[in-house]
C-alpha cells in the first residue's frame, strides 16, 4: 500500500499480533489495507515489554500463529516458554515472511476516529495531520498496550533514572552497583525482580499487593521434542480450540472435592510442576467454588512457606485479599527465593504506605528509601486503556469515552452499537486477555473478515451492533462472571487497578471454545444481532 494512500476498504489500528494477522488475513481476500502503529515497529506488547526477565506465560509453540502450516514447520522455539526478545523475532520473522510491514505506517499514532454518515465511511487522523479513509475500521489496540503510572506525590522530583516496565528502553538498562526500588508486584514486577536482584547493589521492591505465581517450569526444547511438537500441530491446534483456553490442556475430570486428599495433592503437583498459569485450571471447580479454590490456595500457600526461609516474610507475601487464581496468576522464575538474598528488602505498603517521592527516593510512612533507580512494574490500563486514548466517534458524534462511561459495552466484544463498520479484537465482552490472544486473534479477523464479505454480497453499506444485541450480551457477560469466583478479586479484568474506572468484569468467562462456538451460531443466523444499512442508511 502507498503511503500517500488516503482512501482504502479497512484502517487496522496496531501492528501487534492481531495487526499482522489482520493485514495478512484482509489482504488475502482482496481488501486494500492501511495499518498504523505507534511503535517504530511490529510487535506491540513484545515491542514495548523489553525488562528483564519478559517473558509470555502461554507455552511458545501455542503461543504461535496457527493459519499457516508452512510457518509452524520452519520456525523452531528454542524454549518451553519464550522470552520477549524471541517472540519480537517471531513476529518480525512472520512480518517479513508475509511482507506485511508495508501495510503500516510506524511511528504513527492515531489520534481520532470519525464515522463520517454521508460517505459511511470513518475518517482517521493521525498526529502528524494526515486523514486516511476507511469503509471499515478494525482496532487491533491490544488488551495491555495502555502503561498505568501511579499519579504519586512527587513523581516527577526523582533526580534518579525512571522506568516503566511496559516501556522500557531498548538499550540494556544497568542495575549493576545501584540502588533499585521496584514498585508493583504483579507480572512484570515479578518476572524481573529475580534479575535485578542478581546485579543491584540493593534491591527494595514495594509490594502493594501480594500476588499468587507459579514457577514456569521452563526448560529448552531439544531437536527431537521439536520434531514431536511439528509433527502433531494439528492435533495440538484441535486440542486448543475444544480448550477454555486456547492451549491443549483439559482440567481434571472431577472435582477438586470429589477425590482423596493423595489425589488431589498428585494432580496440584502435576500442574504445579507442569507451571505457570495453567494451575488454576487443574480442577473444573477452581475458580467457582470457594471450598475447591481454598484447596489450590492452601497446597500454595505450603509451597511458598517451604521456598521463603523467613517465615514472617512468607505470610507477608502471601496474599490474603482474593482467591487464587481470580487474578491472572503469574509464571515466575525464582521469584520468591529472590526473598532469601540479603540484598533484597520487601517494603509492605499496606503497612507503610508510600508517602510521596522525593528527589533521593522514595518516602512511605515508615521512612525513607535512598535510591538511584524507580521501577515502575504497575501495569495498563487494560482492555478499553487504548481505545479510550484516541477520539472515537460515531453516528451523531456520538464518543465512545462518553458510551462506555459507565463501563465498555460492546456485542461479542467485537461491535458497538451507534459505530458502524467499526471492529474491535480481543475487545471487552471477549474472552482476551483469558485465553491464547493468538488463536483468539485469528478467531476474531476470520469472523470479520468472512462478515465484510457477508456485507458486501448483499449489497449494503454498513453492518452495526443492535443495541438489544449488545444489552443481551452485557447481562450474558454478567451472568457468566457472577457464576464464578472472579468479581471477588480487584483485578485489572475489572479496571479496578485504575482509579476512577468503572469496576465492571470486562472479558467473556465462557471460555475460548464456547466463545467459538457462540461466534459460528451467529454467523450461520446471518450475523445475528447486528443490523445491516443500504445506501440510503435503510436497513436492508
Request: glycine share 10%; proline share 5%; charged share 25%.
Amino acid at each position: 500500500m502507498n503511503r500517500n494512500s488516503t482512501a482504502v476498504d479497512v484502517v487496522v489500528v496496531g501492528a501487534g499480533v492481531a495487526g499482522l494477522y489482520a493485514a495478512h488475513t484482509l489482504c488475502r481476500h482482496g481488501l486494500t489495507v492501511q495499518g498504523f502503529e505507534s511503535a517504530g515497529g511490529v510487535g506491540g506488547t513484545w515491542y514495548h515489554n523489553r525488562y528483564p526477565g519478559a517473558r509470555c506465560d502461554v507455552e511458545s509453540v501455542d503461543y504461535s500463529f496457527s493459519f499457516d502450516d508452512d510457518l509452524q514447520q520452519e520456525w523452531t522455539w528454542s524454549e518451553r516458554f519464550a522470552t520477549q526478545p524471541e517472540i519480537l523475532a517471531y513476529l518480525e520473522h512472520v512480518a517479513d515472511r508475509f511482507d506485511l510491514r508495508r501495510h503500516f505506517r510506524f511511528s504513527t499514532r492515531v489520534v481520532s476516529a470519525e464515522f463520517d454518515e454521508a460517505d459511511s465511511v470513518w475518517r482517521i487522523r493521525t498526529d502528524d495531520g494526515e486523514v486516511t479513509t476507511g469503509r471499515y475500521c478494525i482496532f487491533a489496540t491490544g488488551c495491555l498496550s495502555a502503561t498505568n503510572l501511579p499519579d504519586i506525590p512527587g513523581r516527577d522530583d526523582f533526580r534518579g533514572a525512571a522506568y516503566h516496565t511496559g516501556s522500557w528502553p531498548h538499550d540494556a538498562v544497568e542495575f549493576t552497583g545501584k540502588r533499585v526500588g521496584v514498585i508493583g508486584t504483579g507480572s512484570s514486577g515479578m518476572q524481573s525482580i529475580p534479575l535485578i536482584a542478581e546485579e543491584a547493589d540493593h534491591l527494595y521492591v514495594f509490594q502493594r499487593t501480594a500476588n499468587y505465581s507459579i514457577p514456569a517450569g521452563n526448560r529448552p526444547f531439544d531437536a527431537e521434542a521439536m520434531r514431536e511438537i511439528k509433527a502433531t500441530y494439528a492435533e495440538r491446534r484441535r486440542l486448543s480450540r475444544l480448550s477454555g483456553g486456547g492451549s491443549p490442556f483439559t482440567p481434571y475430570p472431577h472435582g477438586a472435592l470429589e477425590v482423596t486428599d493423595e489425589e488431589r495433592t498428585r494432580v496440584y503437583d502435576e500442574w504445579w510442576n507442569r507451571g505457570g498459569v495453567l494451575f488454576s485450571k487443574a480442577f473444573p471447580d477452581q475458580l467457582t467454588d470457594l471450598d475447591a479454590n481454598n484447596t489450590a490456595r492452601v497446597y500454595w500457600e505450603n509451597k511458598i512457606r517451604q521456598i521463603v526461609t523467613d517465615p514472617e516474610l512468607a505470610e507477608t507475601l502471601i496474599p490474603d485479599d482474593h482467591p487464587i487464581g481470580t487474578k491472572r496468576i503469574v509464571t515466575d522464575s525464582g521469584y520468591f527465593a529472590t526473598f532469601n538474598r540479603d540484598n533484597v528488602t520487601l517494603v509492605d505498603l499496606r503497612r507503610t504506605p508510600i508517602d510521596r517521592i522525593n528527589e533521593s527516593g522514595i518516602a512511605t510512612t515508615a521512612g525513607q528509601y535512598d535510591l538511584d533507580i524507580i521501577v515502575y512494574a504497575t501495569g495498563f490500563d487494560a482492555m478499553t486503556g487504548a481505545l479510550s486514548r484516541i477520539d472515537i466517534r460515531g453516528r451523531g458524534d456520538r464518543r465512545l469515552v462518553d458510551e462506555w462511561a459507565a463501563g465498555p459495552r460492546t456485542y461479542l466484544g467485537l461491535g458497538v452499537s451507534g459505530f458502524p463498520n467499526m471492529f474491535l479484537v480481543n475487545g471487552p465482552g471477549s474472552p482476551g486477555p483469558l485465553a491464547n490472544m493468538v488463536l483468539t486473534s485469528e478467531q476474531h479477523l476470520d469472523w470479520i473478515v468472512d462478515c465484510i464479505e457477508y456485507v458486501d454480497e448483499r449489497g449494503a453499506v454498513t453492518v452495526e451492533a443492535d443495541p438489544d444485541a449488545v444489552d443481551a450480551w452485557v447481562a450474558e457477560l454478567n451472568e457468566r462472571a457472577s457464576t464464578t469466583l472472579f468479581p471477588s478479586a480487584n483485578s485489572w479484568y475489572l479496571g479496578a487497578n485504575i482509579p476512577g474506572k468503572p469496576r465492571v468484569f470486562m472479558p467473556f468467562i465462557g471460555g475460548f471454545a464456547a466463545y467459538g462456538q457462540i461466534l459460528d451460531e451467529v454467523a450461520g443466523a446471518g450475523y445475528k444481532g447486528f443490523a445491516l444499512g443500504g445506501p440510503d442508511r435503510k436497513a436492508l
